[in-house]
């Protein structure tokens, strides 16, 4: 199967990690190590749908309970305005 990029329709990839940072109503799930595609052309960055489904999925099962996060942080946060 081969991915092209969105954005200018290249079909090479390279892939890396990130921190991925979830949020959904104020809520938030940092995922340290989340792979990412990054264009060999443009260097735009590109996430595979199926990780975003897998983050999404791991996010409201710790939002219910059902699973534990590794580890609970505390993010400082501070309005630029
Ligand atoms: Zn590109």
Redesign the pocket.
Known sequence: MTTF?P????PHFEEERTDYLYSHAGNYLLVPNTPVLV??????IFYDGAVLEEIERRFFAIQSHAEAPDQIIQLPSMAYA
Request: net charge neutral; charged share 0%; hydrophobic share 35%.
């Open positions: 990029s954005f200018c329709a290249h264009c060999a052309n443009c260097g735009m």
